[in-house]
C-alpha cells in the first residue's frame, strides 16, 4: 500500500510559480512509475507529467512543456512539480498518482492504483 500525501498548491497571478510535493509513505524508487494530473471543474482529469525508471525518464503533455518539470527526491520519497509561468488554463485540481512495479509511465489513468487527495492550484489574469 502507497499512501500519498500532496502539497504546494495555491493562488497566483499569471506569470507566476509554484512547486508542487507529492510525499510517497514508500516505494520502490527504480521500479515505480509517478505522474502528475489534474481536473479542471468540468473537464477530465488529464496527465500533465510522468517520471518513471528511477527519474530517467519524463513525459510532459504539451500545453506544460518548457514550463513545468518533474523529479523526484529519493531520500525524501518526494516527487515535485515546478510549475512557471503559470496560466490561468492551468487552474485545476492537481493529484499525484504512484503505480509500483512499472516499467513504463504515461498518462493513462488505469495505469496507476495510488493516487492523492490532490491540492488546488488556482491561477488569475
Given at each position: 500500500q502507497v499512501q500519498l500525501v500532496e502539497s504546494g498548491g495555491g493562488s497566483v497571478q499569471a506569470?507566476?510559480?509554484l512547486r508542487l510535493a507529492c510525499v510517497a509513505s514508500s516505494y520502490g524508487y527504480y521500479?515505480?512509475?509517478m505522474a502528475w494530473f489534474r481536473q479542471a471543474p468540468g473537464k477530465e482529469r488529464e496527465g500533465v507529467a510522468s517520471i518513471w525508471r528511477g527519474g530517467l525518464e519524463?513525459?510532459?503533455v504539451d500545453?506544460?512543456?518548457g514550463r513545468f518539470t518533474i523529479s523526484q527526491d529519493f531520500a525524501?520519497?518526494?516527487m515535485y512539480l515546478q510549475m512557471n509561468n503559470l496560466q490561468p488554463e492551468d487552474t485545476a485540481m492537481y493529484y499525484c498518482a504512484?503505480?509500483?512495479e512499472c516499467l513504463t509511465g504515461g498518462f493513462s489513468r488505469a495505469l496507476y492504483s495510488y493516487w492523492g487527495q490532490g491540492?488546488?492550484?488556482t491561477v488569475s489574469s
Open positions: 506569470g507566476g510559480s521500479s515505480t512509475c519524463t513525459s510532459y500545453s506544460v512543456k525524501k520519497n518526494t504512484a503505480q509500483p491540492t488546488q492550484v
